[in-house]
């Protein structure tokens, strides 16, 4: 069964540093919690998103087992949205899609994801036991961090 998660965020922030932030995969680890230990494992050039970039990574999802993911950047609209397709990975299915829109306070962004759990009905209990609540747990983390990151005032 594919299940979707949508999640949206205003942020005080221009579309530039937004794009330059989100498109970075070198910045995923700041807004991943830390007991997925998230590493980055491509080595890139540049920090430039284009249609067709594979990006290799480790995750620990569950009981600090150590997984390889990789997924490829199917679509990019620059300054617009790119959506990431898991190519490997714990997933049947996760195709997570970024959209900013500029507006009067910064830039709001919002994420969709379509995803599936492989093994069928163990997959979809798993689901309902704990890989739901693992990824909104894993979107409040994301959302604390960029509010800490991009709405704080200083004084």
Not at 80 to 104: A, C, M, V
Request: charged letters at 25%; aromatic letters at 14%.
């Amino acid at each position: 069964m594919v299940h979707q998660l949508k999640k949206q965020q205003q942020l005080n922030c221009d579309i530039e540093t937004a794009w330059k932030f989100f498109s970075s995969a070198n910045n995923l680890s700041k807004i991943t919690p830390k007991d997925m230990n998230f590493t980055v494992r491509t080595k890139m050039e540049s920090d430039e998103i284009f249609e067709g970039m594979i990006i290799d990574y480790y995750v620990s999802p569950l009981l600090g087992i150590k997984m390889d993911w990789q997924t490829e950047i199917t679509q990019v609209n620059h300054q617009r949205s790119f959506t990431d397709f898991q190519k490997k990975g714990p997933y049947k299915l996760w195709n997570h899609f970024h959209e900013f829109i500029p507006n009067e306070k910064g830039v709001l962004i919002k994420d969709t994801v379509d995803y599936e759990l492989p093994m069928g009905f163990l997959g979809e209990i798993a689901h309902s036991i704990f890989v739901k609540s693992k990824l909104e747990h894993i979107f409040s983390y994301r959302f604390d961090i960029l509010e800490k990151m991009f709405n704080q005032k200083t004084n």
